[in-house]
């Protein structure tokens, strides 16, 4: 009886110190990573450096122009076609399209790598999502 009960716990204590699986990526996240640095955790941006994305028409656009932005780069915005995935663009760009005021439709990934098969750019190296710059 007290070995059932030791090996119980040990079997609980074992369970509860195994490393926990890393959370899966979601727009936020991204963002929060590689966006609000120059754009703000509220999207409001740096007037005169750094353009608002809450509330931006842009944003609230076409689906293409916005990944192209986001696969190409945009004046002094860097490209995140090497860094970032087609999923994780389109994790992204559906959270910005869905917050601070933005109400436009969410992208799917395959949007976005039909986007960077237009471009011609190659796919992202596996397992950065991060900026690289």
Request: some cysteine; glycine content about 12%.
């Amino acid at each position: 009886m007290i070995a059932a009960r030791l090996i119980a716990s040990m079997t609980l204590l074992l369970a509860a110190a195994a490393p926990v699986s890393a959370q899966a990526p979601d727009g936020k996240m991204l963002f929060a990573k590689n966006c609000a640095a120059c754009h703000l955790a509220n999207g409001r941006g740096i007037a005169g450096a750094f353009p608002a994305l809450a509330a931006n028409d842009f944003v609230k656009g076409s689906a293409v122009d916005v990944a192209t932005v986001l696969l190409k780069g945009r004046g002094g915005m860097p490209d995140f076609s090497g860094s970032l995935g087609d999923g994780d663009i389109a994790l992204v760009l559906s959270y910005v399209r869905s917050s601070w005021g933005n109400q436009a439709a969410p992208l799917q990934e395959d949007e976005v790598a039909a986007v960077r098969a237009a471009l011609q750019l190659p796919k992202a190296s596996g397992g950065v999502r991060g900026n690289k710059h």
